[in-house]
T-cell receptor, first 116, second 114 residues
Framework: TQLLEQSPQFLSIQEGENLTVYCNSS?????LQWYRQEPGEGPVLLVT?????EVKKLKRLTFQFGDARKDSSLHITAAQPGDTGLYLC????????????????FGQGTILTVHP | DAGVIQSPRHEVTEMGQEVTLRCKPI?????LFWYRQTMMRGLELLIY????????DSGMPEDRFSAKMPNASFSTLKIQPSEPRDSAVYFC????????????FGAGSRLTVL
C-alpha cells in the first residue's frame, strides 16, 4: 500500500519555467519532509513542515503543508538546470516533539529534468 | 564532519554469495537507519537502531537479512545468501536525538546480484 502518492512521476521542463510537485495521502501526518536526491547520492533534506497550512520558502522553492496535514506541495519558480533531480516527500507519524523518531514513509518520487 | 560513510559504493556478486555492507554514522548521532531503494518500491526502511540497540526491524525482508551495530560508530547490513531480487541501492542514514527525524543519508551502496 502506497501511503504517499506523488505527482507527476516525471517532469521535463525548460529553464525559467515554473513547476509544482504534489504529495497526497489519505493519512494524517504529524509533519512532512521534502528531500532532493541527485544521481549517485543519498537524499538530502530540504525542509520539514509541521503545522497545517504552513508555508516555507527556500530561495526559489516554496513548500506548503495542507490544512488537514494530509498533503503537501513543492513549487519551484524559474527552474534552473541545477534543480534537476529526484524530489521525495516523506510523511512522519508519531513524533510530535522531535526528540523521538517518528516513522517516515516516503513517496515514490518525482524525477525533474530542467533543460538549459 | 565527513558525513555518513558507506562502503562499498558498488558491489557485484553472484547469487548465493554473502554480502556485507558497512556504515559509519555521523559522530554523536544516536539513531542509525538502513534503507533500500528500488525503482519499483522506492525507499523502504529496513531497520533502525537507537543508541546501538535495534528498535524496529519489521522492514527486513526475510531471515537472509541481518543488521548489527556493535558500537556507536559502525553498523553492518548482511545478506546471506544473496538473490538477484536483492539488487538495489542500500542507504545508511543517521540522526541526533535532538532532531530524530532530521536524517543525514550516506551516498549509498549499489548492489547487483547476478
Amino acid at each position: 500500500t502506497q501511503l504517499l502518492e506523488q505527482s507527476p512521476q516525471f517532469l521535463s521542463i525548460q529553464e525559467g519555467e515554473n513547476l509544482t510537485v504534489y504529495c497526497n495521502s489519505s493519512s494524517v501526518f504529524s509533519s512532512l519532509q521534502w528531500y532532493r536526491q541527485e544521481p549517485g547520492e543519498g537524499p538530502v533534506l530540504l525542509v520539514t513542515v509541521v503545522t497545517g497550512g504552513e508555508v516555507k520558502k527556500l530561495k526559489r522553492l516554496t513548500f506548503q503543508f495542507g490544512d488537514a496535514r494530509k498533503d503537501s506541495s513543492l513549487h519551484i519558480t524559474a527552474a534552473q538546470p541545477g534543480d534537476t533531480g529526484l524530489y521525495l516527500c516523506a510523511g512522519v507519524k508519531g513524533n510530535a516533539g522531535g526528540t523521538s523518531y517518528g516513522k517516515l514513509t516516503f513517496g515514490q518520487g518525482t524525477i525533474l529534468t530542467v533543460h538549459p | 564532519d565527513a558525513g555518513v560513510i558507506q562502503s562499498p559504493r558498488h558491489e557485484v556478486t553472484e547469487m548465493g554469495q554473502e554480502v556485507t555492507l558497512r556504515c559509519k554514522p555521523i559522530s554523536g548521532h544516536d539513531y542509525l537507519f538502513w534503507y533500500r531503494q528500488t525503482m519499483m518500491r522506492g525507499l523502504e526502511l529496513l531497520i533502525y537502531f537507537n543508541n546501538n540497540v535495534p528498535i524496529d526491524d519489521s522492514g527486513m525482508p526475510e531471515d537472509r537479512f541481518s543488521a548489527k551495530m556493535p558500537n556507536a560508530s559502525f553498523s553492518t547490513l548482511k545478506i546471506q545468501p544473496s538473490e538477484p531480487r536483492d539488487s538495489a541501492v542500500y542507504f545508511c542514514a543517521s540522526s541526533h536525538n535532538s532532531g530524530a527525524n532530521v536524517l543525514t543519508f550516506g551516498a549509498g551502496s549499489r548492489l547487483t546480484v547476478l
